[in-house]
């Protein structure tokens, strides 16, 4: 089971394609529980009535972000092998077992996937930077991001699920240089982390 909302209620809020720094506008009313509900994962992800809310948490360490094959035990089979900066995934029934609670039950979600993925070994600081909605292929369509920047003190993580193959830190200079490698929302990352604003 996981936490969606009706795509009826981003196109009366405003669709857009790619990211939106409004990130308020979005947020007060996805996260809202009147407007969110749990459905199953299959249906979820064959059902474009509906969005499923995912955080999508960077690594950031000065000019470097952390980045990682998604191997082949991945859960999203449509991205197993692409390149991402993003880490984190679903709000499951568990982490919104508080109707009541939206955003704080939210913020408890991200802690729970990303030490699931991996471990951080470092202090750090967490903002919200932006919201994606992508709907130029099947993944994006079924899915709204919650871009977190996480701004970590020293470059010190290790994965801790296979998801995660081959994950280091690299210059984002050296990202740029390797877009077509990498899945379309680390592509949409990349510009947010080019706006100066």
């Not at 009826?8 to 007060?28: A, H, M, N, P, T």
């Not at 993944?139 to 470059?155: M, Q, S, W």
Request: proline residues 3%; aromatic residues 10%; hydrophobic residues 40%.
């Amino acid at each position: 089971m996981v936490l969606v909302f009706p795509r009826k209620i981003l196109e009366s809020v405003g669709e857009f394609q790619g990211y939106s720094l409004e990130i308020d506008k979005y947020l007060d009313v996805v996260l809202h529980p009147k407007n969110s509900f749990l459905v199953s994962g299959d249906v979820a992800e064959k059902n474009t009535e509906y969005k499923q809310i995912i955080s999508y948490v960077v690594l950031r360490f000065g000019q470097e972000v952390f980045t990682y094959f998604r191997g082949m035990s991945s859960h999203e089979t449509r991205l197993i092998g692409r390149r991402s900066i993003g880490l984190g995934g679903h709000i499951e029934e568990t982490d919104a077992a508080d109707p009541t609670a939206d955003r704080r039950s939210y913020r408890l979600a991200v802690q729970r996937e990303i030490s699931e993925e991996v471990a951080i070994n470092t202090s750090y600081t967490d903002k919200i930077a932006a919201v994606i909605n992508d709907d130029s292929d099947d993944v994006g369509r079924v899915h709204f991001g919650i871009l977190h920047i996480y701004t970590l003190a020293e470059p010190k993580v290790c994965a801790r699920i296979q998801d995660i193959a081959d994950g280091y830190f690299l210059a984002l200079e050296k990202v740029k240089t390797a877009l077509h490698e990498f899945e379309s929302w680390s592509k949409i990352t990349m510009q947010v982390l080019a706006n100066p604003c």
